[in-house]
């Protein structure tokens, strides 16, 4: 899972400048070597500060996920029985989640070399599947695949398959176990638990000045 997720960090990371004018699959091959220089350069410094690691995801990966679409699509019915408040704290503690467990699998990132498949989108498509495949000495490649839909804010990402497992339908399940033990609130204060146990922590050196 943790190569899973570093493998999803870097395939994503960009800026908003990337997303509103280059296609899906540029989008991808191109941050990929922003991030993977800034990992290289920088990667003592995110193994001592955790603080550090998540400012990098958060102005990195954030612009290019579709957090809101994401929360929707893993809640599944349940969404239309959550209030609006409800809604707005699923998505916040869904996307805390994610980010946090990508702090954790960062670390772990050691010089993966990362495999484009051909890719073919029509002029007009709104909705496009970036295939990947992650390769790492000593194991079978990891295929992954990126969901990506074109909005006004140019092209997100709101879902990601491994193997063919997709990351939305998997906590989909975990998600309405939560929902039917203890309701919409019982799953927001699990998410919000979790949250805090997976909060990042700044260094000794950082925070002693």
Known sequence: MKTFLTAC????????????VIAPDVLVKTTTIDVTTILKRDKAIFANDSQKLYALIDAKVLPNFDFNQM???AVGRYWRQANP?????????????LVRTY??????????????????????????TVQTQVKQPGA???????SMEKTAAGWKVYDVSI????????????????IRNAGIDGLIRTLATRNQQNAPVASKTSTSK
Request: net charge negative; glycine share 2%.
């Open 9 to 20: 960090l870097l395939m994503l990371a960009s800026t908003m400048s990337y997303a509103d």
């Open 71 to 73: 929360t929707m699509l």
């Open 85 to 97: 408040a409800q809604q707005q704290a699923l998505s916040k503690e869904f996307r805390t989640l």
């Open 103 to 128: 702090a954790n699998a960062l670390a772990e990132f050691n010089n993966q070399v990362i495999e484009y498949k051909p890719f073919v989108m029509a002029a007009n498509a709104t909705d496009a």
């Open 140 to 146: 079978q490649p990891i295929p992954i695949d990126y």
């Open 163 to 178: 193997d063919g497992v997709s990351l939305v339908t998997n906590y989909r399940g975990s998600f309405a176990t939560e």
